[in-house]
């Protein structure tokens, strides 16, 4: 079994059809723990103490949130900069994370494939999301392939409802630990998990 | 002296006061050398107002330098006390012994007698603590290691003249200390071992006292909240301990200091402090231009040239023995040449001294008026020495200057925060600052709570901050920021007025308990007005809006939006309610926008701020791309 954090991060989650229909699948999910970090810190003062203990807690660590000009809410950075700390995450005695994996679950307006080199936004949600790879190699993790649903503005209701049972499989799959983690880094999405084969160890 | 003189008399006094010193002030001379000149001009010399009752006078203003100790004393703390210790003993005693040696050795040389010579050396090695602390304050220069010095020493010669007054009978021999019982005080007739315990009992009274019995005692005079009681008991205070240090014949002017040491801790020291000091004031005034009165012009014509040169050798003889302690004390040159010129002077104790000479036979007739002629004029040269040395020595050394003061602050720490009014709104603004390391000056009038903020370690007073002298007392000048946070709007106007007035550096951030203190406010310019339930009944809107359901962060959103969106609407009125008829249909105008804003889709907009996060208009710009597509 591996322990498995989604901290969420949406200001005006009232608004969101996507992220609410998600939710109400995530927040369910025995043996996922749910971080609704908004809810949390409406002032936007995050408890590091608590924070870190959390982490500490989890091996995978999922950041949840809207793609918000190829990035993410306000909060999410002010996680990042108040957690994330010298000598506890990264620097010589940072060794905290060593070896949790950390990835983004986001949902991004545009469709797929206009985020394509040849696309309307002429970068990969990859490659947009370089800051959080490389922080998670600082803090010396894995980062996993991103969970992304496209397109959301143009979604409906069922298909908002297929992709949330696809995340639940898939989060239900790294929390049963059932295959080998190591080619995690390697996915391009984190759906395709649901296609490696089953290992049981 | 009939009541018709008392008025005549009191009518030249303030008169020449109030014509001199504020032309002395504006030539830069000070107020110390303006009420001197008074004195020489009302005096016989000159116009002859007053004449030989300038004498009682004197003796009467005296007691404004009691008033003055206690005023220092009570600005004292006893740690800072402890910590000018070795300086007191050290600087003090030196000074008094080398500069009366040195008088005395020298008066033995010229041909004077042995005790004569000592007597001399003693009176002369004295320096005026009146004219050189009022001088030091005036200039600022108090808190410089120069001014912490010429204090240390003053206070030892203050001290020292109690011995002094012991030993001049043993040097007048038997027959004159008879002449001198006139002064009799309850110990003369004790024998030595009782002597001293009488002494040390005067002196644990009024320490017991002003530890013990003066705060209950000021607590029952506060309740009663009648202000002149106030003042009464302050001055029942000084002139008591005067009273029972004479009656022990200790210097009552050392007594006065130790009852103010005492209560330098107490809740009610700018109280007192404040109503204490136009006493002090007038009455050091009166006491200079006594002194100013005293001076006997016709005997310094018939010597001019020994006066002048008695007087210029002395200051001369006393200021190197001062230079030469300096240097020993490690005072920076031109602090070194600021201590030696403050106290190179010879002080009014000395008038006392010499009263008590003339009659043991000591000294002659001449001798004294002579000696007194010389004391008075080095006194009224002292303003000008100072003035000598801001003008021509300052300059030279103004960098090593600043670095003195700088170390001063860290002594006499003054608070940049004063909060007037320590209630429930104020105390908690109060622990908020404490907490992060700033503290507050804090001023109260319930002194039951005084009483229980004291007794917490929390440094507050009790007093009235509308009054003046009560914000000059709390280090208002000084200060950077008041706040104001009484419980009744017509105090907390009555303090911005004055503040504003007189203090128009500090920041004011004001209480105001509604709407309409807070117009007022704004009417008189106020910028940071704070109504006190505003920000709790917001707090309780949000935890309600997320016990409903409501996202957290929206809910602090909205609150912070309606805030804001009220401020504007308080201002957009205030500035309407010139007109009152304006106003009031304005009003009714706000509650209909109220109603407006309250109601369906106007609340839905404001609510709704944040379009970034989630744009409509973007999700139907796309589908309307879709709907194209298809």
Known sequence: MARVLINFAHPALEKSRVHSQLLRVVKNIPGVTFNDLYEQYPDLDVDVAREQKLLEQHDIIFMQHPFYWYSAPAIVKQWLDLVLEHGWAYGHTGKALQGKYFGNIITAGGAAHSYEPDGHHGHTVHEFLLPFMQTAKLCNMHYTAPYVIYGVHRQDTSDIQEDAARLKQVLERLRDDKFDLTPLPGLKDLTQILQLPAQTR | MDQHSLLFQSMVYLAAAIVF????????????????????????????????????????????????????????????????????????????????????????????????????????????????????????????????????????????????????????????????????????????????????????????????????????????????????????????????????????????????????????????????????????????????????????????????????????????????????????????????????????????????????????????????????????????????????????????????????????EKNPVIIAGFGRFGSMTGRFLRANGIHATVLDLDSDRVDALHNLGIKVYYGDASRYDLLVAAGAKDAKMLIIATDHAEQTLEIVRMAQRYFPHLQLLVRAENNEDTFELMDLGVLHIYRETVDTSLRLGVDALRMLGGRAYRSERAARTFFRQDERTLKGLSALRDDKKQYISSMKERIDEMEKLISSDRVKTWLDEGQGWDPESLRDEIRGEKIDEE
């Open chain 2, 21 to 412: 010193v504020p032309l002395a002030k504006k030539m830069g001379l000070g107020a110390v050398l303006g009420y001197l000149i008074a004195g020489i001009i009302i005096g016989p010399s000159l116009l002859g107002f007053i004449g030989r009752e300038g004498e009682d006078i004197m003796h009467f203003a005296e007691f404004g330098v009691v008033m003055m100790l206690f005023l220092i004393g009570i600005e004292l703390e006893p740690a800072l006390l402890w910590r000018l210790r070795s300086s007191i003993l050290g600087l003090g005693g030196l000074q008094v012994i080398l500069s009366a040696a040195a008088i005395a050795g020298i008066a033995y040389l010229v041909g004077q007698p042995v005790n004569t010579s000592l007597a001399l050396g003693m009176i002369l090695s004295l320096s005026s603590t009146a004219i050189v602390l009022q001088t030091l304050n005036e200039k600022g220069w108090m808190g410089t290691s120069a001014g912490q010095s010429a204090f240390s020493v003053l206070l030892f010669q203050d001290i020292a003249v109690i011995p002094m007054l012991a030993i001049f009978p043993l040097l007048a021999g038997n027959a004159a200390a008879d002449a001198a019982s006139h002064n009799a005080s309850l110990r003369d007739n004790l024998p030595g071992w009782a002597q001293t315990l009488v002494v040390l009992g005067a002196v644990a009274i009024i320490i017991i006292a002003g530890r013990y019995l003066v705060r209950p005692l000021m607590r029952i005079i506060a309740r009663t909240r009648v202000r002149e009681l106030f003042t009464a008991t302050a001055l029942l205070m000084v002139v008591g301990i005067a009273v029972l240090m004479n009656l022990v014949g200790l210097s009552s002017a050392l007594g006065a200091f130790l009852g103010g040491v005492v209560l330098a801790n107490s809740e009610y020291r700018h109280e007192l402090e404040s109503d204490i000091e136009p006493f002090k004031g007038l009455l050091l005034g009166l006491f200079f231009i006594a002194v100013g009165a005293s001076i006997d012009f016709n005997l310094i014509m018939k010597q001019p040239w020994l006066i002048m040169g008695l007087v210029v050798g002395i200051m001369a003889l006393k200021g190197i023995v001062l230079l030469l302690l300096g240097k020993i004390f490690k005072l920076s040159t031109d602090q070194n040449l600021l201590f030696a010129f403050a106290l190179a002077d010879i002080g009014e104790f000395a008038f006392v001294l010499l009263s008590f000479t003339g009659q043991t036979g000591l000294m002659s007739k001449e001798m004294t008026a002579m000696i007194t002629a010389v004391v008075a004029i080095s006194m009224a040269l002292t303003p000008l020495i100072m003035l000598v040395y801001e003008k021509v020595i300052q300059p030279y050394y103004t960098r090593s200057e600043i670095k003195a003061e700088r170390e001063a602050d860290e002594i006499n």
